[in-house]
């Protein structure tokens, strides 16, 4: 016998427990969806990370060591001088 559920007033719909375990989804888990017709296709879509924690964390050490070296500039006067001091190096 099919599940019925109900589609709330902010279109939730609370898919019942057994039915997420027959196709292996559960919380955290990515779907698409898609209509055809008057049907609704929910699948499964696996999310890879593109980044590795390690490579993440070598961009944050990256970042922190970039921000200790920014310097202040006020002035459209001081962004020239300094475009001209790299320029001539």
């Given at each position: 016998?099919?599940?019925?559920v109900?589609?709330?007033?902010?279109?939730?719909?609370?898919?019942?427990?057994?039915?997420?375990?027959?196709?292996?989804?559960?919380?955290?888990?990515?779907?698409?969806?898609?209509?055809?017709?008057?049907?609704?296709?929910?699948?499964?879509?696996?999310?890879?990370?593109?980044?590795?924690?390690?490579?993440?964390?070598?961009l944050?050490?990256?970042?922190?060591r970039?921000?200790?070296?920014?310097?202040?500039?006020?002035?459209?006067?001081?962004?020239?001088?300094?475009?001209?001091?790299?320029?001539?190096?």
């Amino acid at each position: 016998m099919p599940n019925v559920v109900k589609i709330n007033s902010r279109n939730d719909i609370h898919l019942p427990k057994e039915v997420l375990e027959a196709v292996n989804l559960g919380d955290e888990r990515m779907v698409s969806i898609e209509a055809r017709g008057n049907c609704i296709i929910l699948l499964p879509v696996d999310v890879e990370p593109r980044y590795s924690p390690k490579a993440l964390e070598g961009l944050d050490r990256l970042v922190a060591r970039e921000k200790d070296q920014a310097i202040e500039v006020k002035s459209e006067k001081e962004i020239r001088s300094i475009f001209k001091k790299s320029r001539s190096k």
